[in-house]
């Protein structure tokens, strides 16, 4: 059985619907957003009891406060949730031989020089990438898989997402602003999961980047509005300096994920496929209920 943590997270609800689609035995837990099939329990108070309770076989950690400025706020929490918690779920995987797969992010580089290569040393500039540098950490030394993705969007449950509100604001006919001078690696939720599950299949071990292509904000936002035949006029370029923020953000953080791509077979970092299975799910309606 494979237990999936932040169940209600955009990540983690992809990655519970994709191992059920393909016949595994998953059980999702969530902490505050209920979600149909997965147990709520809090992690940050009792990491260990609910894999004592259910024992399995492998564990997708995708739970984390997220939210980066908080992070730097409230440190104590964030430490909690995003590292001590990572820590004594690796240690409980290893003790018991379950195989584990973190999910972290592009944030535990500094933003220097963007492409960053899994062998690249991590440096994180705030205290969120700091917190999941210790749980790649604990998880590498448990023998686990370490995911790293980057700017997640997607339909689902979860917080609200970047790619999703530029889909929602252009097709009401409203306008996007969008920062030209920072760049990441825009990631389908859904892709995610894709990848999660061929980790999970081939039994992969160590750090894999697995995120979309180098863009700025504003780059993505115009693919976008391409992609779904949304008008470009709307997307409006505004400077990084023109947003306050009480953490600072990586000025370059984009993943070199061609390791993966070879690796699993999966197209992550292809935007146009991407973008395509993005369309999809709009025109599916699959957004409308908030469940992906």
Same mark, same amino acid.
């Given at each position: ?7 209600? &997270? ?26 149909? @099939? ?72 500094? @933003? ?84 999660? =599950? ?6 992969? &071990? ?33 400077? =990084? =300096? ?10 370059? &953080? ?19 496929? =991407? ?9 599916? @309606? ?7």
């Amino acid at each position: 059985m494979i237990l999936v943590t932040g169940a209600s &997270s955009s990540p983690g609800f992809k990655i519970l619907e994709r191992l059920r689609r393909e016949g595994w035995e998953v059980l999702g837990i969530y902490n505050q957003h209920p979600v149909e @099939g997965a147990v709520q329990w809090d992690l940050a108070k009792d990491p260990v009891g609910v894999l004592e309770r259910f024992s399995p076989d492998a564990v997708v950690h995708a739970a984390a406060l997220g939210d980066v400025d908080r992070c730097e706020v409230e440190p104590a929490l964030c430490y909690r949730v995003n590292a001590v918690t990572t820590r004594e779920i690796a240690r409980w995987c290893s003790k018991r031989g379950a195989a584990l797969v973190y999910l972290s992010t592009d944030y535990v580089f500094p @933003g220097d020089r963007g492409s960053y290569r899994e062998e690249d040393p991590p440096r994180p500039v705030n205290y969120y990438g700091l917190t999941k540098l210790l749980g790649e950490e604990a998880a590498l030394a448990a023998g686990g898989a370490v995911v790293r993705v980057a700017w997640i969007y997607g339909f689902g449950p979860g917080r609200q997402n970047f790619g999703r509100t530029v889909v929602e604001k252009l097709s009401r006919g409203e306008e996007v602003r969008a920062v030209v001078d920072q760049w990441g690696s825009p990631t389908l939720n859904t892709l995610i999961a894709e990848v999660v =599950a061929k980790v999970l299949e081939k039994s992969i &071990s160590g750090i894999l980047h697995a995120a979309g292509p180098r863009l700025s904000r504003y780059e993505f936002a115009l693919a976008i509005a391409e992609a779904f035949g949304f008008s470009k006029e709307l997307v409006k370029p505004i400077k =990084a =300096a023109d947003l306050s923020f009480k953490a600072p953000r990586p000025r370059d &953080s984009s993943l070199d994920s061609s390791l993966a791509v070879s690796t699993l077979g999966v197209p992550v970092n292809d935007i146009r496929y =991407a973008l395509s299975i993005f369309k999809k799910e709009w025109e599916e @309606g699959r957004h409308a209920d908030g469940r992906g």
